[in-house]
């Protein structure tokens, strides 16, 4: 199918069409149609992919009108068009008229200047208004009537001649020039258009545009996402009416730019941005951009996990867990049951004893688990520098501020677990921050305005007595009692003595890859000296003598003396215990050689009946069957 269709009443017309495209060389498809059936042939031409339609006079205004969706040219009437219509009409009769649009009658008063008569005119605004104009001209007396032929068609009076006013091949040929420019410019502006979409369909910012009046004019798929709204319902409607609060109404009147707002819209947390969309100085419409707070935060995460050499991870499972006394299982049945919720926890317990073990352990179990966990120690940053750390700052906050901010702590735990260990050694002004994180459940960079909402679970730690703290003042009671939630007091090592040699055979296996020794364990004197000592370091402390003990052994089995020399300074003491162990060694087995020749005695001198040995002996029957069996 042709792309240029010229459709026309006048057979004369045709033909000049026919000529005009042969000399423009383009395939026109050329059609003769009656003024009711026009738009019908239109469609026809449009379902079959012609991409202009040209016609002319009243027939191409009402195509134009129709619900078209390609653009249709009108073939201009010329200065040339005139004065040949004029002439011929002159032929006819002396006293002319003619009815036409305005655009028309002022090219008729140009010639009549140049042939020095004049002509009968009447404007006419729409069509209806044709047979209205030729009985006026009528009653002026005039031999000849140029015009339209929807005019020509109205004359009535018999003495009246017509010559209608067409085209020439000139005219048709600037039309169909026309015709060519237009399809190129509409490939163009399809194509661009078709770029931006397939922009805006990728990109996941809302994206709405509105035109001066508020009304909107572009939005994207990710705004139906965002704002859970039904698809294709947003175009032609109000922004109000559709974004509750949405601000452009005063980005339109005040031409100004509004960045980086917080804002709730229809239910969801959102950063919008809104600039005027301006020409020549003034403002025709706006755009606004929108990203989900939540979606933003989530994707600052991954990226900074990407990029910082350690993810916000967890390191820690119950392969870690060592221990069968009830102190610490009790313990750890609360890690498994706390976890469930997203109460705030507070870790007790002295230095060295695993707390850090059990924050990884608390946040692995909860529904957090897929979140970051990020780890601060409170006493190991400076508190000048706790602060920019903890919250982010925004870029100037301070002298030596990154360029672009930072993002505090936080933040980056935002949907996971902070832990916050040693605690309380967080100065008081900071004490009065946190309250208010744990409190409100948002954070506010240094420098900046803006509230940044977060969802964190805290798990706080510390081996100082917050009740004496709170009591002499160093630690905010309100502060206390909302980290004391939920409380887990992990046992020393002293507390738990039982659990040393589990503990010695898991850092054997832990340790023996990167040490290359073939250590299959502890003697009984050397385990029975690691039991005896106080560890004031607890598991952290016992981990690192047993790597030097495994180290300094000569033997596979690491004996007492080994013990002593890895434990230094320390184990000094355990020296004079060592040999107080072995006294008490053999004392115990001096005994023992007496209690059983006692026995086999006095079962001798009853014939071995030994409800008769057991009187004897003040003992009951049963300890006695046991004792014999321990012969």
Partial sequence: MSEIAILTPIDALIQVSKEAAKKTGEDVAIRKVSFRNAIAAAKEF??????????????????????????VVQIPITGYDLLRTIKEAQKLGQ????????????????????????IEKHCVIVPEEAEAAVEALSKKEIDVLIGKSIFTNKVKNNSIKTVILTSGEESVIQAIHEARSLI??????????????????????????????????????SVYSILNLPYDSVIGKQ?????????????LSTGKEEL?????????????????????????GAVCTFQEVHRLQQQEQEIRKKLLHRGHVTKYSLNNIVGESEMYQ???????????????????????????????????????????????????????????ELFGYVEGAFTGAKKGGKTGLFELAHQGTIFLDEIGELAESLQAQLLRVLQEGEVMRLGDERVIPINIRVIAASNRDF??????????ADLYYRLNILDIPIPSLRERILDIPLLCDFFIKELEPGIRRNIKGFTAEAMKIMQSYHWPGNIRQLRNIVERAMILSPEKLIDSETVLAAGGKDF?????????????????TKLQNYEKEYILNVLKQVNGNKTEAAKILGIGRTTLWRKINSL
């Fill in 467 to 476: 009740e004496k703290m709170v009591e002499d003042g160093s630690f905010r």
């Fill in 46 to 71: 449009e379902k079959a992919g012609t991409e202009v339609i040209i016609s002319r006079g009243t027939l191409g205004l009402k195509l134009i009108e129709s619900d078209l969706s390609i653009p």
């Fill in 95 to 118: 006293k002319i008229g003619i009815a036409d649009t305005r655009d028309v009658l002022q090219g008729i008063q140009t010639i009549e200047s140049v042939l020095g008569f004049s």
């Fill in 184 to 221: 190129e410019v509409r490939r163009t502006e399809l194509k661009r258009t078709k770029e931006l979409q397939a922009i805006l369909d990728f990109i996941a910012d809302g994206v709405i545009a509105v035109d001066e009046k508020g009304v909107i004019t572009v939005c994207n798929p």
């Fill in 260 to 284: 980086n707002r917080i804002q709730d819209a229809n239910g969801v947390k959102v950063i919008a941005n809104r600039i005027p969309i301006r020409h020549e100085q003034k403002v025709f």
């Fill in 239 to 251: 922004i109000d009416d559709i974004l509750v609060n949405s601000q452009m109404k005063k980005v």
């Fill in 330 to 388: 009790k313990a750890i049945e609360k890690v498994k049951k706390y976890s469930q919720v997203d109460s705030t926890i507070l870790l007790t317990g002295e230095t060295g004893v695993g707390k850090e073990v059990f924050a990884h352990l608390i946040h692995s179990f909860s529904k957090r688990t897929e979140g970051p966990f990020v780890a601060v120690n409170c006493a190991a940053i400076p508190e000048n520098l706790l602060e920019s």
């Fill in 572 to 588: 000094s003491k355990l020296h004079v215990l060592k040999q107080h162990s072995i006294n008490e060694v053999d004392e115990e």
